[in-house]
C-alpha cells in the first residue's frame, strides 16, 4: 500500500510542477525579451534625439 501511495502522490503532482516550469520559463523568455526592446529603444531615441538636436542647433550661439 505505501508504495503505491507514493507513486501516486508522484504521478499527480509532475504533471502540475512540470506545467508551472514551463510557464516560468516562457514568462520570463517575454520579460527579458521585452526588457531588451525598451533598451534598444531608448538607445535609438537617444540617438535620434541627439541627431536632431545636432541638426536644429543655432550655428550662431
Known sequence: ????????????????ILLGLVFWFAMRAIIRADRAERQTFTEIEAEERARFEKLNADPHE
Open 1 to 16: 500500500m505505501p508504495e503505491s501511495f507514493w507513486a501516486n502522490a508522484i504521478f499527480s503532482v509532475t504533471p502540475t
